[in-house]
């Protein structure tokens, strides 16, 4: 069962912004702000947003709630900026020295029916949908005080690795609970589910880019033999082409173009996985 770090009672000055719809191109600065808040669910003392320099050098969350679950070792947290009328939802990648994590990446390898994706024949990575079902209930819960309190706040979706994989869980749960996010950017996205998961979460209103680096491994698995195992990935992938991590491209809407990181030879160490829009990420990289 999951524990959960309580936020604070919302104050009634609370204010909330009201902003124009997200264009649907991509926009580099909101990846970049994003893959800084997936680095945060790395990192310690975030209900305080007193994570060393990572924090510090992001726009400052309020109304945080951490929430954890000792069974899958899995993590998130959620919090609402107000300079820019945002809620953030990261979830935490894979923990290197955390044998539950590596099983659920290992269990994700079977694909099966989930309730977080009603779709006919969608079908999700195993360990994925254990991952996102162990913090869910106090996930939905904080958003749902953040919504009441601010209901004109766009939702951010993200997390990297892992927690790439699970936010992907997490966005098809609020589609299929009417509740969109606004904006879905991943890092490092493993395979989540099969082609009719990522045709569902392809048919979609809100802002989703899935974006990768160069030959980072994970991206590559569960492998996409389509008639075997049934992994493919959602689109619409970013492939930021050069061991900078700055130059990039956009992808074809196919989830599996063979001009991006499917045609790359992947690295046998995870030096790409671990380095994003010029961020190192992953579990030993949160500097006081």
Not at 195 to 201: G, P, V
């Amino acid at each position: 069962m999951a524990f959960i770090r309580p936020w604070s009672a919302l104050s009634a000055a609370l204010l909330c912004l009201c902003f124009s719809e997200a264009t649907p191109t991509y926009d580099q600065d909101a990846a970049a702000l994003l893959v800084g808040y997936a680095q945060v669910s790395y990192c310690q003392n975030v209900e305080n947003w007193e994570c060393g320099a990572v924090c510090r050098g992001l726009p400052a969350l309020s109304n945080i709630t951490v929430v954890e679950d000792p069974g899958t070792n899995g993590r998130a947290y959620i919090g609402y900026e107000p300079n820019s009328d945002i809620i953030i939802i990261s979830f935490r990648g894979t923990v290197a020295t955390s044998f539950r994590n590596w099983l659920s990446d290992l269990t994700s390898f079977k694909p099966v029916e989930s309730p977080y994706c009603p779709a006919a024949g969608c079908k999700i990575g195993k360990g994925f949908s254990n991952a996102y079902k162990a913090l869910r209930e106090a996930v939905i819960d904080a958003l749902r005080s953040l919504k009441k309190a601010c209901p004109k706040a766009k939702v951010h979706v993200t997390g990297h690795s892992l927690g790439a994989a699970i936010a992907m869980v997490c966005a098809s749960d609020l589609k299929n609970s009417h509740t969109d996010p606004d904006t879905v950017i991943t890092f490092g996205c493993p395979r989540t589910g099969n082609q009719e998961f990522a045709r569902y979460l392809s048919d979609t209103n809100w802002t989703q880019w899935r974006v990768t680096h160069h030959r980072d491994p994970v991206v590559h698995f569960p492998t996409d033999y389509t008639k075997m195992i049934g992994f493919h990935h959602v689109p619409t992938e970013v492939f930021y082409t050069d061991s900078t991590g700055l130059a990039h491209k956009l992808c074809d809407g196919t989830g599996e173009d063979l001009s991006c990181s499917h045609g790359m030879v992947p690295l046998p160490v995870p030096t790409d996985h671990l380095y994003y829009l010029d961020r190192k990420l992953g579990s030993h990289h949160c500097p006081e």
